[in-house]
């Protein structure tokens, strides 16, 4: 049993539905072009985590302050534990009493963007004797 009557969109109704259909096809790539604000006081460097709360920055030991957020490249909250021993390229603020506070690791895009702080960075590609994999021993 039919309790509505079925009518026709209409050229109105089309076009309607159409228009509805683009906007929500291009909402994930609205959403993947996402513009994150930098403070401008914000620094970049290199850092390194260590065993949290100590890291490195540029090569100096720093601390990251109780309460620290550190973002990932999706702006989402990610835990210091969990980025132990990698090089992260980060723009990153400090407390009033010197700690990091607020770290945001870098894309490609952002990276490539002019910050205070990029030119203490040193990154090396190369691996001297000391950090070489040692041999498998042959017994």
Same mark, same amino acid.
């Given at each position: &049993?039919?309790?509505?009557?079925?009518?026709?969109? @209409?050229?109105?109704?089309?076009? %309607?539905?159409?228009?509805?259909?683009?906007?929500?096809?291009? %909402?994930?790539?609205?959403?993947?072009?996402?513009?994150?604000?930098?403070? /401008?006081? $914000? %620094?970049? @460097?290199? &850092?390194?985590?260590?065993?949290?709360?100590?890291?490195?920055? =540029?090569?100096? $030991?720093?601390?990251?302050?109780?309460?620290?957020? !550190?973002?990932?490249?999706?702006?989402?909250?990610?835990?210091?534990?969990?980025?132990? +021993?990698?090089?992260?390229?980060? =723009?990153?603020?400090? /407390?009033?009493? @010197? &700690?990091?506070?607020?770290?945001? !690791? %870098?894309? +490609?895009? /952002?990276?490539?963007?002019?910050? $205070?702080? $990029?030119?203490?960075?040193? !990154?090396?590609?190369?691996?001297? @004797?000391?950090?070489?994999?040692?041999?498998? =021993?042959?017994?």
């Amino acid at each position: &049993m039919n309790r509505c009557a079925r009518r026709p969109l @209409g050229l109105r109704g089309r076009a %309607l539905a159409a228009a509805l259909t683009c906007a929500f096809a291009l %909402l994930p790539a609205i959403g993947l072009a996402q513009h994150r604000g930098f403070p /401008e006081h $914000a %620094l970049r @460097g290199l &850092m390194v985590v260590g065993t949290p709360p100590d890291i490195s920055i =540029n090569g100096k $030991a720093e601390r990251l302050s109780p309460g620290a957020r !550190i973002r990932n490249t999706n702006n989402t909250i990610v835990f210091a534990n969990s980025l132990i +021993g990698e090089k992260l390229v980060v =723009n990153y603020v400090r /407390e009033s009493n @010197g &700690m990091v506070h607020e770290v945001w !690791i %870098l894309n +490609g895009f /952002e990276q490539a963007q002019p910050r $205070a702080g $990029a030119s203490d960075m040193v !990154i090396h590609n190369y691996r001297s @004797g000391s950090d070489a994999e040692s041999p498998p =021993n042959t017994r």
